[in-house]
């Protein structure tokens, strides 16, 4: 957003930016094994491509890396404050401008664009005694390097994308490993490989070569949500299967083989990526444990059957606090309407991107514009333009203060339900954070990257009021 703000003449921006570096999501979750499960050059900004990834996928150093380079790169550090908390915001409507209050200090600003991720709070899990562990205890997005496990006996709480990388990357130094599993995922295959310099090199030189990897990595993800991926289809059976597959060639064991085997629809959670994380747990120092957890005491894990499990150190990852993100900062639109007030009934925005009542104010990967199946940088640019073309329609009209009409955002939630109705989140036999406490998916959008596209490519000023 800043990088095209700037180059759009947008010259009075700030950036602020409560950790101490850029990077977002790839600055704070550093656990061992963490990676992106998008293809590395389709995980890249499309106007600043990087042609000597190292790997298919790449980790998360390398992800981090390169967010810090595009700094450089594109010499933002003029326009960035971090270290710096926003803690509130309201909107002032005689002087049509946002107040904004940091840890730092005020701000004003004519128009505020939130690009606070939903994956930021941890979500800790309700269970008795969690805090009288005597031993350390940290989340994954708060990996305490300054623990060695060498030798130690380490849990994990929870199966989802972060245990799973985590699992194979630390079962062989530590003494033994449990695992607690409450819902089996579904795990496909990774192929993941190392991209070598000779491709590196064809890459560099040859940009259509790497565009063309990069529209390859595209189209399959896309056919696949084309072809009837969000709801209950041949195509899904035929996922399970590969998934059931892929669980048989590595776990030979039929007893670990049917914990591991999910009792839900595949696409309904995140379809995890994988080839390292069923063998980790054929080996002899790990123990997948899928027991109910009692409750947590000074010196390990108890489950509801009475057994115990003494550990030295204890991993949760047990995922994010999503609603909590932007409903956590007090943001009041106009005539003193709260944001998490507002969301109340359902949370849900004007093209994921804009709320009626809350004028000059954007949202980046904002309600059902989250991806499971593709690259949500695609998401986030198909963003940038569209609330671009809304600054520069205010220029160009010298108008005040934009926002879209109640109308027109209801129209969108219709639509948005439409598409919802009858999919796999609805369908799929699961809960996870994807859904809010109805169930209802307030997180992904439910249709192509291509169609989201299509609808952000130009807005509609019939849908906004302009003042
Ligand atoms: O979190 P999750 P995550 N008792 O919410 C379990 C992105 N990401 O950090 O399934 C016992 O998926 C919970 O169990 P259940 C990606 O978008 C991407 O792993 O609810 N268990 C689940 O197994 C992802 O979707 C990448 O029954 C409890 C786990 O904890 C998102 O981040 C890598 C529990 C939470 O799974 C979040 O992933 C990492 C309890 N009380 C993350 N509470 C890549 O790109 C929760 N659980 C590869």
């Not at 709480?157 to 409450?182: C, D, K, M, N």
């Not at 949500?225 to 996922?239: E, I």
């Not at 590595?250 to 994988?274: E, I, N």
């Not at 027109?408 to 406490?437: F, K, M, N, V």
Request: aromatic share 8%.
């Amino acid at each position: 957003m800043a990088i095209r703000a700037r180059q759009a003449g947008l010259a009075n921006l700030l950036v602020v930016e409560k950790a101490g570096a850029v990077g977002g999501t790839w600055h704070e979750n550093t656990y061992p094994g963490a990676a992106c499960d998008i293809p590395a050059h389709l995980y890249s900004l499309s106007f600043a491509p990087k042609p000597d990834w190292t790997r298919i996928y790449a980790g998360q150093p390398e992800i981090a890396a390169y967010l810090g380079e595009l700094v450089e790169r594109f010499a933002l550090d003029r326009c960035l404050s971090l270290a710096t908390a926003v803690t509130g915001a309201v909107w002032d409507g005689t002087r049509s401008l946002w107040r904004v209050e940091t840890d730092r200090g005020p701000l004003e600003a004519r128009v505020v664009v939130s690009g606070m991720g939903a994956l930021h709070h941890p979500a800790l899990p309700a269970i008795p005694g969690l805090h009288s562990f005597l031993g350390p205890l940290f989340h994954t997005s708060s990996w305490d390097h300054g623990v060695a496990l060498t030798g130690k006996r380490v849990g994990i709480i929870g199966t989802g994308a972060s245990a799973i990388q985590v699992v194979p990357a630390i079962a062989p130094e530590v003494g033994q490993l449990t695992l607690f599993q409450r819902t089996a995922p579904w795990v496909m295959p990774r192929h993941d490989r190392p991209i070598g310099p000779r491709l590196q090199a064809l890459f560099r030189r040859l940009p259509p070569a790497r565009r063309l990897l990069r529209a390859v990595q595209f189209w399959a993800r896309e056919a696949r949500a084309a072809l009837g991926f969000t709801r209950v289809s041949g195509l899904t059976r035929l996922a399970e299967a590969a998934s059931r597959h892929h669980l048989r060639k590595q776990v030979a064991d039929p007893a670990l083989r049917a914990k591991l085997t999910p009792a839900y629809r595949l696409g309904c959670k995140r379809v995890l990526l994988s080839d390292d994380y069923y063998p980790a747990l054929t080996r002899p120092n790990v123990t997948l444990e899928t027991e109910a957890i009692r409750s947590v005491t000074p010196d390990g894990v108890t489950m509801a059957d009475g057994r115990h499990h003494p550990l030295d150190v204890l991993v949760l990852a047990t995922g994010f606090d999503v609603t909590a993100s932007l409903a956590r900062v007090p943001v009041v639109g106009r005539d003193g309407l709260i944001l998490a007030r507002a969301w109340g009934e359902r949370v849900t925005a004007h093209r994921g991107v804009a709320l009626a009542g809350f004028p000059n104010f954007f949202m980046l990967l904002g309600p059902n514009t989250g991806l499971g199946h593709n690259s949500v940088v695609l998401m986030v640019e198909a963003q940038v333009s569209y609330v671009l073309a809304c600054l520069a329609e205010m220029k160009a009209r010298t108008l005040a203060a934009i926002e879209p009409t109640p109308e027109a955002q209801a129209r969108d939630l219709a639509a948005l339900e439409a598409r919802l109705s009858g999919s796999i989140w609805q369908q799929g036999g699961c809960a996870s954070w994807y859904q809010d406490g109805e169930g209802r998916n307030v997180a992904l959008w439910p249709g192509t990257v291509v169609a989201y596209q299509r609808a952000m490519r130009v807005p509609d000023w019939d849908e906004f009021v302009l003042t």
